[in-house]
């Protein structure tokens, strides 16, 4: 088995796991290995699993991807396979049993949210009141696995409110409706006493419902194997750099663009 550290620009997929008549990163992945003349039976090689389904539009860092695949398949014959927007930068050989998704202990995620308004003290309030184990039922479609143990810190870089959130798992959209009810504190939108009625067992329902933030600027930037040691292949990671350097300049240029815009009117 051979496990890949996998980064990628979420906007133009369908988020990463595999569905009908859409594009995901999933399907890049799978259509490279098969590209690449990695022989399998049926959907996906054996032993193909990931650290985490990624929503649509929501990037990684640090994607996990294993199956079983030959030596020679580096991170950098990977991506002469893969779309630009996915970049394979370093591998670890690991166990015959081992399961990206179920071995993983730890997984980190970062949401860039623009606040300028919003205040530090406020902010960093909020997130002490959520993290710890709760039942975050209110704050996911999921009806199982609602009670998590996070951990979320946050810091100001500029205009932005940069969030960091660890756990061993999370419930879909957790972390996108957290940043809702965490924002909403941080800018005075919402009280922080608005936190106990989230955590309440009592449903939010219609309005009152929290709805997820937007998946743009939300980054799976971390999942933890206590026994892997992933090597960082030099060249794979070069070709990573330049491919989302590329994309910062651009997305700038974007942002500018939008800046100016506003200005104007």
Known sequence: MRAFRVAYDGRPFHGFQRQPDVSTVSDAIIDALRDLGVSFDGDTPPGYAAAGRTDAGVSALAQTVACEAPDWLSPAAFNSELPASVRAWAVADTP???HATHHATERGYTYYCYAPEAELGRAREAASALS?????HNLT?????????LSISVEREAAFLVWQFRAGGFARQLVRRLVTVLEGVATGRSELDWID?????EPLDGPEGVAPASAYPLVLTDVVYPDCTFEVDADAAASAREVFDQRHREWAGCARVAGSIRDGI
């Not at 710890?132 to 975050?136: A, I, L, M, N, T």
């Open 96 to 98: 015959d049993d081992f």
């Open 132 to 136: 710890g184990e709760h039942d975050f």
């Open 141 to 149: 479609p999921d009806e199982t696995g609602t009670v998590r143990d």
């Open 197 to 201: 009625r989230v955590l309440d067992p």
